[in-house]
């Protein structure tokens, strides 16, 4: 809440009073952890200037203070030493403003800025929140889905449900919260079982008084013949980053928002193209190349988990008859002549054998 005014001692007393009454409490300012917050005051610019920056908590806690043309920070609490500052060049256009760098989770309370000139007096409230944002993750592990929300404040709430619905019965999942003790952050990990004999998408979500997030995962299973496959991705809107990967750790290939996509060096003879919805198209694959193809595709609030496992079929692969027919080709090229040969010498050596001896007659 912002309260401003020219009256004097009186008059300032009466105008937050009735501020207060007809706005209903300070002005909540939302900061993000570990970023720099700037709560907001501007007043009636005048002389001789003295600004009071005060957390109220049990004790009240100095903040930031400046008079006499210059920052006054002896008595500074040790919780802000190093991370405040004002707005020195906007002093004189009547802002007061104070940068609060480094927000942590401590930083969460009640705020008073005081500001007097020779000409007027100015009070201003401020409720001060914190947020860290979810960054979902969601991955199986021994054959169960894990969805993990990182460190995130305030405390987040985590919920499972399947596309189809399945039963929370059988769907069987459990929820784990832990708050890490130096940073006051919260991780919530969710787990559930995966019925690989249904065909289901399942969905986690993780939400805080601020922020909602979610994510998805769904697996199929593809057989085929062919050497060639395009292979989808579960779509998003405004995308931010796209990843496949093959069996969890090999990078295919991988795209950031507003970038062209990138293929690793090992993969570029099978990508034939990842094209703007974010399927990729496969070529010249091998029966080595079965396995499982996974797609992660992320936007600010939301990750999309596509895994396909392809089954390449090796009897009967186009290629691979290929190959075989020229090595039985290459093979042949070079014995066939030997085998002749030796065939030749030994039909000759048979004739040889063949013909009748001659007895010597003894005298």
Same mark, same amino acid.
């Given at each position: 809440?912002?309260?401003?005014?020219?009256?004097?001692?009186?008059?300032?007393?009466? %105008?937050?009073?009735?501020? @207060?009454?007809?706005?209903?409490?300070?002005?909540?300012?939302?900061?993000?952890?570990?970023?720099?917050?700037?709560?907001?005051?501007?007043?009636? %610019?005048?002389?001789?200037?003295?600004?009071?920056?005060?957390? =109220?908590?049990?004790?009240?806690?100095?903040?930031?203070?400046?008079?006499?043309?210059?920052?006054?920070?002896?008595?500074?609490?040790?919780?802000?030493?190093?991370?405040?500052?004002?707005?020195?060049?906007?002093?004189?256009?009547?802002?007061?403003?104070?940068?609060?760098?480094?927000?942590?989770?401590?930083?969460?309370?009640?705020?008073?800025?005081?500001?007097?000139? =020779?000409?007027?007096?100015?009070?201003? +409230?401020?409720?001060?929140?914190?947020?860290?944002?979810?960054?979902?993750?969601?991955?199986?592990?021994?054959?169960?889905?894990?969805?993990?929300?990182?460190?995130?404040?305030?405390?987040?709430?985590?919920?499972?449900?399947?596309?189809?619905?399945?039963? =929370?019965?059988?769907?069987?999942?459990?929820?784990?919260?832990?708050? @890490?003790?130096?940073?006051?952050?919260?991780?919530?990990?969710?787990?559930?079982?995966?019925?690989?004999?249904?065909? =289901?998408?399942?969905?986690?979500?993780?939400?805080?008084?601020?922020?909602?997030?979610?994510?998805?995962?769904?697996?199929?299973?593809?057989?085929?013949?062919?050497?060639?496959?395009?292979?989808?991705?579960?779509?998003?809107?405004?995308?931010?980053?796209?990843?496949?990967?093959?069996?969890?750790?090999?990078?295919?290939?991988?795209?950031? %928002?507003?970038?062209?996509?990138?293929?690793?060096? %090992?993969?570029?003879?099978?990508?034939?193209?990842?094209?703007?919805?974010?399927?990729?198209?496969?070529?010249?694959?091998?029966?080595?190349?079965?396995?499982?193809?996974?797609?992660?595709?992320?936007?600010?609030?939301?990750?999309?988990?596509?895994?396909?496992?392809?089954?390449?079929?090796?009897?009967?692969?186009?290629?691979?008859?290929?190959?075989?027919?020229?090595?039985?080709?290459?093979?042949?090229?070079? +014995?066939?002549?030997?085998?002749?040969?030796?065939?030749?010498?030994?039909?000759?050596?048979?004739?040889?054998?063949?013909?009748?001896?001659?007895?010597?007659?003894?005298?």
């Amino acid at each position: 809440m912002v309260m401003k005014s020219r009256m004097p001692a009186l008059g300032v007393v009466l %105008a937050t009073f009735l501020w @207060n009454l007809a706005n209903g409490g300070d002005l909540d300012v939302w900061c993000r952890w570990n970023s720099s917050c700037v709560l907001e005051a501007t007043y009636p %610019a005048g002389d001789d200037l003295v600004v009071s920056w005060l957390r =109220l908590s049990e004790e009240e806690a100095t903040v930031h203070s400046f008079y006499d043309e210059a920052d006054r920070l002896a008595n500074q609490d040790r919780r802000f030493r190093g991370r405040t500052s004002l707005f020195k060049e906007k002093l004189r256009e009547g802002n007061a403003s104070l940068l609060l760098k480094n927000v942590v989770v401590g930083d969460e309370g009640s705020y008073r800025c005081a500001v007097a000139t =020779l000409a007027s007096q100015s009070e201003f +409230f401020f409720q001060l929140h914190v947020e860290a944002p979810v960054t979902i993750q969601i991955e199986e592990l021994n054959k169960k889905l894990v969805c993990n929300s990182g460190e995130s404040y305030p405390e987040p709430q985590l919920t499972w449900t399947t596309r189809p619905t399945l039963p =929370l019965a059988i769907l069987r999942g459990n929820v784990k919260v832990l708050q @890490n003790e130096t940073t006051l952050l919260y991780g919530v990990v969710g787990y559930v079982a995966i019925h690989a004999e249904r065909d =289901l998408e399942y969905v986690c979500d993780v939400n805080t008084t601020r922020t909602a997030s979610r994510g998805t995962w769904r697996r199929t299973t593809l057989n085929i013949s062919d050497t060639s496959k395009r292979i989808g991705c579960a779509p998003v809107t405004d995308e931010s980053g796209l990843v496949w990967t093959f069996n969890t750790s090999e990078v295919i290939a991988s795209r950031r %928002a507003g970038q062209k996509y990138v293929v690793a060096d %090992a993969w570029a003879k099978y990508v034939e193209d990842l094209s703007e919805d974010g399927g990729i198209q496969l070529r010249d694959l091998t029966p080595d190349r079965s396995g499982e193809y996974t797609c992660v595709r992320r936007n600010a609030s939301q990750t999309r988990v596509s895994v396909v496992f392809l089954r390449l079929a090796e009897n009967g692969h186009p290629r691979a008859v290929r190959i075989e027919l020229w090595v039985v080709i290459a093979l042949l090229a070079v +014995f066939l002549p030997c085998i002749i040969y030796c065939a030749l010498k030994k039909c000759k050596r048979c004739r040889r054998d063949r013909k009748p001896r001659r007895s010597r007659r003894v005298l």
